[in-house]
């Protein structure tokens, strides 16, 4: 009997201890249930705001597509009109000239020209028929940029050769030569290039290359023209440039005291003294000996001046402002008087990044291989008559 009643109350504590099992398993399953109905109504919040997050971000977008492109299209007008404007400023300039760089006196200017005239009696006689001058720039590319901000680059001007020339800067001694305009264009740098190491640094950016050979200033308080036979690597000739107290001949590009220059007539010598300093001097050289054959002193002013080069005995001088604009020749001088200033059209070059420290007109090509910072150009030369005096 006591058995029974032990057994009967072990199941009855069984029962309990199962019952309050029951009861705490329950009670957690509801604690987890409202976790789970909490998570979901937190997730479910989340995700209508994040909807709502999204839609906002799409509008936004949407309206910044739409101001990008009201941005774009008023940019678009912006150019347009500034295109607009440099036409029609250069219209005016055209139709209005350029004014002088300095203001003087009319009479100063009369005696100035009797002076020259003067100076320059000696008539000049012709190498060539070469009667062209230029009558507008037909267009400008722009091969690439190599090197520093001033420099020259040419291909020979007397002869048919492909090669292409490269004077980095203003005081190096490393000449770069390549095969051909392609070449340079594709090379990386001056990596495909032949390097020719010149005896002797050059001075300014006012070298040429004439008839398989290279004309350089010597840099140096000494102005000496050297004559390098690039096929043999070797120093042909020189010549102290035969000229007192040489100032910079061009305002805008201090470095150059000479700029030599080739054209069908053969070899120059653009210049300036402190005895004419104001003006601009053009020399007549022997390409063989370095001799100076015949000098002028030109009515074309320094001031603001940037380059020249020389086009069938005609220096066209290149003008431009100390804050870079448009760069234009403004003065012309003939050695033959068969052209003026006055009849010479007003050619303004393509406005670009600076101001040019070289430019070098190929007879054959018709071209001027132009350096302005740093970029390689060829501007393309339309060409007319001089009229005969």
């Given at each position: 009997m006591r058995a029974i009643l032990l057994?009967?109350?072990?199941?009855?504590?069984?029962?309990a201890q199962n019952q309050a099992l029951m009861d705490y398993l329950e009670r957690r399953l509801l604690a987890i249930e409202d976790r789970i109905s909490t998570w979901h109504d937190q997730t479910s919040r989340y995700a209508s705001e994040l909807r709502e997050f999204k839609q906002q971000m799409v509008g936004m977008l949407e309206n910044m597509d739409k101001d990008k492109e009201t941005l774009r299209?008023?940019?678009?007008?912006?150019?347009?009109?500034?295109?607009?404007?440099?036409?029609?400023?250069?219209?005016?300039?055209?139709?209005?000239?350029?004014?002088?760089?300095?203001?003087?006196?009319?009479?100063?200017?009369?005696?100035?020209?009797?002076?020259?005239?003067?100076?320059?009696?000696?008539?000049?006689?012709?190498?060539t028929d070469c009667r062209d001058m230029i009558s507008s720039i037909k267009a400008m590319k722009i091969l690439k940029r190599v090197g520093g901000a001033k420099g020259m680059w040419t291909k020979d001007t007397g002869s048919s050769s492909a090669k292409v020339y490269i004077f980095n800067g203003t005081s190096e001694d490393t000449l770069y030569e390549f095969s051909s305009i392609r070449d340079f264009t594709a090379s990386p740098g001056m990596a495909r290039a032949k390097a020719i190491n010149l005896p002797h640094s050059w001075g300014g950016s006012g070298h040429t290359i004439y008839k398989g050979h290279a004309y350089y200033v010597k840099d140096g308080k000494e102005f000496q023209v050297i004559k390098y036979d690039l096929q043999n690597g070797t120093v042909v000739d020189s010549a102290v440039f035969p000229a007192q107290e040489q100032v910079p001949v061009y305002?805008?590009?201090?470095?150059?005291?000479?700029?030599?220059?080739?054209?069908?007539?053969?070899?120059?010598?653009?210049?300036?003294t402190r005895e004419n300093e104001r003006n601009i001097c053009l020399a007549k050289m022997d390409p063989n000996t370095l001799d100076i054959e015949q000098t002028w002193d030109t009515p074309c002013p320094r001031e603001n001046?940037?380059?020249?080069?020389?086009?069938?005995?005609?220096?066209?001088?290149?003008?431009?402002?100390?804050?870079?604009?448009?760069?234009?020749?403004?003065?012309?001088?003939?050695?033959?008087?068969?052209?003026?200033?006055?009849?010479?059209?007003?050619?303004?070059?393509?406005?670009?990044?600076?101001?040019?420290?070289?430019?070098k007109y190929n007879p054959l090509e018709q071209l001027i291989y132009a350096w302005d910072d740093g970029y390689q150009i060829l501007y393309k030369l339309i060409m007319k008559k001089k009229l005969e005096v």
């Open positions: 057994l009967t109350g072990l199941l009855c504590l069984a029962r299209n008023d940019l678009n007008g912006m150019s347009t009109r500034v295109e607009r404007v440099e036409r029609e400023m250069d219209y005016l300039e055209t139709q209005n000239g350029a004014q002088p760089c300095v203001d003087v006196d009319d009479k100063l200017v009369e005696q100035e020209v009797t002076i020259v005239k003067e100076k320059n009696k000696a008539k000049y006689s012709k190498l305002s805008l590009t201090p470095e150059t005291y000479i700029d030599l220059a080739a054209d069908e007539e053969g070899l120059w010598a653009i210049y300036a001046a940037e380059a020249a080069f020389v086009i069938c005995g005609t220096v066209y001088v290149v003008y431009n402002t100390k804050l870079p604009s448009r760069s234009r020749v403004q003065c012309v001088f003939d050695v033959s008087d068969m052209v003026t200033t006055d009849e010479a059209p007003l050619v303004y070059f393509p406005k670009r990044y600076g101001a040019h420290s070289s430019l």
